[in-house]
């Protein structure tokens, strides 16, 4: 087989995260495959933290993050900076990962070309397209055009198949985030975060995330007011949140939660030392999708600060449940854990449905196989 170029796309801080165990593992192959890995820094801080910890550095950064981008700048933006890079390099295959709007547009950009498509985390579905916005109508859009589909479970692939996707495209390999954890758990990094959770050992952390746009408003007010109720009636609970550097999620969060002993406010981390803190909370509620694959994976129970998820399988297992946005429901359900044993424990020993940290090697082999 001749040498084949691969072109590795991503620009958010979660996609970085599950597409560098794959960029790794196709570095083990050079006699096999030639990398090309695009950027498009729709997040370019939190980005360029997880290029750092697992040593990555791109071909192309297209750099497009703006202040106040819209949805179509951003798609505008990856569509044409992509095309440029497919016309230069003509790679056999376009690598994308997930939901982003980077991912739908480096798509669109490889399908006008006819270069493959291979589609990292393929099938995830609400069948919701406003539920997560725009994530359901991004990964549905990718998939209409996708060549390989690398599906993280057998739930996912069901839902390729249902659509009338073809068996002999769709390959489960477990989930990419599992192969990171492997990478940066034994990390000995050092962090002011750590240290904090070091010097208070007793008390319950609880570890706070919220970004979603559909939570902008009172969603994410309601979110905040809950556990400010929750940390004022249980004095052994603190709250660590890493706050995304979204203006309206800053200002939310600051005005709510910026004034308490027991609930701090801190930057967004780095991936190593994020998954230091998962390991050392108690608890973590988000409304986003990757801890939701991530803390099982470290034993951590998940309540889930959304009306849908695209990740059952997580509520088959029992490691996850969600809640919603409602005050006093999540209230209810945040003390519940805090209070009742037996359900923590049940949640806690759950086991994690997301795979076995071999998922890159199974994408890279399909892919080989694929051009064989």
Not at 26 to 39: P, S
């Amino acid at each position: 087989m001749e040498k084949k170029k691969i072109a590795i796309v991503f620009g958010t801080r979660p996609e970085a995260i599950k597409m560098a165990p794959v960029i790794l593992e196709l570095k083990k192959h050079q006699e096999t495959f030639e990398t090309c890995i695009i950027v498009t820094a729709q997040h370019r801080e939190m980005l360029d933290q997880v290029l750092a910890v697992f040593d990555i550095k791109p071909d192309y950064d297209l750099d497009i993050m703006r202040k106040n981008q819209t949805l179509s700048d951003i798609t505008a933006d990856v569509l044409k900076g992509i095309e440029t890079v497919l016309i230069k390099e003509r790679p056999d295959i376009i690598l994308v990962h997930g939901d982003t709007t980077t991912s739908f547009a480096a798509a669109l950009a490889a399908y006008y070309h006819k270069i493959p498509i291979g589609h990292v985390e393929a099938g995830l579905r609400t069948y919701d397209k406003y539920f997560p916005f725009p994530e359901e109508g991004n990964r549905q859009l990718i998939d209409t055009m996708t060549d390989l589909f690398f599906v993280p479970t057998e739930m996912t692939k069901a839902n390729l198949l249902k659509e009338g996707k073809d068996e002999k495209q769709i390959v489960v390999t477990g989930n990419t985030v599992i192969d990171a954890i492997h990478y940066t758990r034994d990390s000995q990094r050092k962090h002011p975060a750590l240290d904090l959770m070091d010097a208070k050992p007793n008390q319950k952390w609880v570890l706070l995330t919220s970004h979603r746009r559909e939570n902008y408003g009172e969603p994410m007010t309601n979110i905040f007011e809950a556990m400010l109720e929750v940390v004022n009636a249980h004095s052994e609970v603190d709250v660590l949140l890493p706050v995304h550097l979204s203006p309206t999620v800053q200002k939310v969060a600051r005005e709510i939660l910026g004034d308490h002993e027991r609930i701090h406010l801190i930057e967004p981390l780095e991936v190593d030392v994020f998954h230091q803190v998962i390991a050392k909370a108690y608890l973590v509620l988000t409304d986003s999708g990757g801890l939701q694959e991530e803390a099982p994976a470290l034993d951590i129970p998940v309540l889930v600060l959304r009306d849908k998820t695209e990740r059952p399988e997580g509520l088959q297992a029992g490691t996850l449940r969600v809640i919603g946005t409602d005050k006093e429901r999540v209230i209810e359900e945040v003390t519940e854990l805090i209070t009742n044993k037996e359900r923590y424990k049940k949640m806690s020993k759950a086991i994690n449905p997301y795979g076995d940290g071999f998922a890159s090697v199974r994408i890279v082999k399909e892919i080989k196989d694929y051009f064989q």
